[in-house]
């Protein structure tokens, strides 16, 4: 199991036991083949289709580099990741579910929490060198997200008892329609607390590219030395078992996130977004109450669920977990019904 400690001068590092893994033959005669200034190079060894200009179409094992750079900006804050470029090694996925993998391939263990407790007591008496998987924003399913200072306070928590967070970032922007705030606990914990982290990102949801599978994992080292060991191990993990990324997602996002217009017009379509999920959850929280039901990750039974779909057309997991995204003015009021109806058909 690794052992996370803070990010202080001369500590070290939770990627300490990760050796450099030599470049793939291959790739790394093509990458010597790029840095050569000479006007009629020739590049025989790669099997792969290329143009008359000799340019491929695909990307590189660790996904697109410029896709790469501004994903991390945006999420790390753009002064810090130009400050700190050098140990933050990043590597494209298939979205956030491939990023997650990829995390836990680079990582030994996972502390495994308790369902249904809110509150400190699992960072309180984890082991040290534990691995925790946090939800910057958004959390699924409950919907319910930390303060400032109660993130303040789990970071604490984190960094006393020698933690190791891995942070699960689908929703950046999507939550609250700014990134700043959304992205508050990852910079917290990395900037702020020092620690080492892992972020898994995916831009399936907050840029609508679901069919596109783009994600990133930055894994936030203590050491340039020791980012260029996890970049390694990242490109060897990743060529085993996906090669070269899908290109044409990591085109989009990386347009989206680098040009100015663009990115403010991506800006105005989250909050309004943002926006209209909120206002459906108050929606539903007001109907629900006029019915006389209270509201809480509505916890209604498998026989409930079963009943809404058999009797009133409405579909939701078997959890009872909902999505406010398929709310709307005009079905709100049917839903918060529909619920009243078949909570009180079980009390009968």
Same mark, same amino acid.
């Given at each position: 199991? +690794?052992?996370?400690?803070?990010?202080?001068?001369?500590?070290?590092?939770?990627?300490?036991?990760?050796?450099?893994?030599?470049?793939?033959?291959?790739?790394?005669?093509?990458?010597?083949?790029?840095?050569?200034?000479?006007?009629?190079?020739?590049?025989?060894?790669?099997?792969?289709?290329?143009?008359?200009?000799?340019? #491929?179409?695909?990307?590189?094992?660790?996904?697109?580099?410029?896709?790469?750079?501004?994903?991390?900006?945006?999420? !790390?804050?753009?002064?810090?990741?130009?400050?700190?470029?050098?140990?933050?090694?990043?590597?494209?996925?298939?979205?956030?579910?491939?990023?997650?993998? !990829?995390?836990?391939?680079?990582?030994?263990?996972?502390? &495994?929490? /308790? #369902? /249904? %407790?809110?509150?400190?007591?699992?960072?309180?008496?984890?082991?040290?060198?534990?691995?925790?998987?946090?939800?910057?924003?958004?959390?699924?399913?409950?919907?319910?997200?930390?303060?400032?200072?109660?993130?303040?306070?789990?970071?604490?928590?984190?960094?006393?008892?020698?933690?190791? #967070?891995?942070?699960?970032?689908?929703?950046?922007?999507?939550?609250?329609?700014?990134?700043?705030?959304?992205?508050?606990?990852?910079?917290?914990?990395?900037?702020?607390?020092?620690?080492?982290?892992?972020?898994?990102?995916?831009? @399936? /949801?907050?840029?609508?590219?679901?069919?596109?599978?783009?994600?990133?994992? &930055?894994?936030?080292? @203590?050491?340039?030395?020791?980012?260029?060991?996890?970049?390694?191990?990242?490109? /060897? $993990?990743?060529?085993? =078992? &996906? $090669?070269?990324? +899908?290109?044409?997602? *990591?085109?989009?996002?990386?347009?989206?996130?680098?040009? =100015?217009?663009?990115?403010?017009?991506?800006? =105005?379509? $989250?909050?309004?977004?943002?926006?209209?999920?909120?206002?459906?959850?108050?929606? !539903?929280?007001?109907?629900?109450?006029?019915?006389?039901?209270?509201?809480?990750?509505?916890?209604?039974?498998?026989?409930?669920?079963?009943?809404?779909?058999?009797?009133?057309?409405?579909? &939701?997991?078997?959890?009872?977990?909902?999505?406010? *995204?398929?709310?709307?003015?005009?079905?709100?009021?049917? %839903?918060?019904?529909?619920?009243?109806?078949?909570?009180?058909?079980?009390?009968?």
């Amino acid at each position: 199991m +690794p052992h996370a400690i803070a990010l202080e001068s001369g500590a070290k590092s939770v990627f300490s036991s990760i050796l450099r893994v030599p470049a793939d033959a291959i790739f790394s005669l093509t990458a010597r083949y790029l840095r050569d200034p000479f006007s009629q190079k020739v590049n025989l060894g790669q099997g792969t289709y290329r143009d008359e200009h000799g340019q #491929p179409w695909y990307l590189p094992i660790l996904g697109l580099a410029g896709f790469r750079r501004s994903a991390a900006q945006a999420v !790390l804050g753009k002064t810090f990741f130009q400050e700190q470029e050098s140990k933050v090694a990043t590597c494209q996925s298939v979205s956030g579910t491939g990023a997650l993998h !990829l995390a836990g391939l680079l990582l030994a263990g996972c502390y &495994l929490g /308790k #369902p /249904k %407790v809110i509150g400190f007591e699992c960072p309180a008496s984890a082991a040290p060198g534990s691995v925790f998987v946090l939800h910057a924003c958004a959390h699924n399913p409950t919907g319910f997200d930390p303060t400032e200072d109660q993130w303040r306070e789990i970071g604490r928590l984190m960094k006393e008892r020698e933690l190791f #967070p891995v942070f699960d970032a689908a929703y950046l922007r999507f939550n609250s329609g700014c990134l700043d705030q959304d992205a508050f606990a990852i910079r917290h914990f990395i900037q702020e607390l020092q620690l080492e982290a892992i972020v898994c990102i995916s831009f @399936s /949801k907050n840029m609508g590219l679901y069919g596109e599978r783009v994600g990133c994992v &930055l894994a936030c080292a @203590s050491t340039e030395d020791v980012a260029a060991r996890s970049l390694s191990m990242l490109e /060897k $993990l990743q060529r085993v =078992e &996906l $090669l070269n990324p +899908p290109a044409h997602g *990591a085109k989009i996002a990386q347009l989206m996130l680098s040009d =100015e217009e663009l990115f403010s017009a991506w800006k =105005e379509d $989250l909050v309004t977004m943002s926006s209209r999920i909120r206002s459906m959850r108050w929606a !539903l929280y007001d109907q629900l109450n006029a019915h006389g039901i209270m509201f809480s990750f509505l916890r209604l039974s498998p026989q409930i669920v079963q009943d809404l779909e058999e009797n009133h057309h409405i579909y &939701l997991a078997g959890n009872s977990r909902i999505s406010m *995204a398929g709310l709307n003015e005009s079905n709100v009021g049917y %839903v918060a019904g529909a619920i009243a109806a078949c909570v009180r058909r079980t009390l009968q």
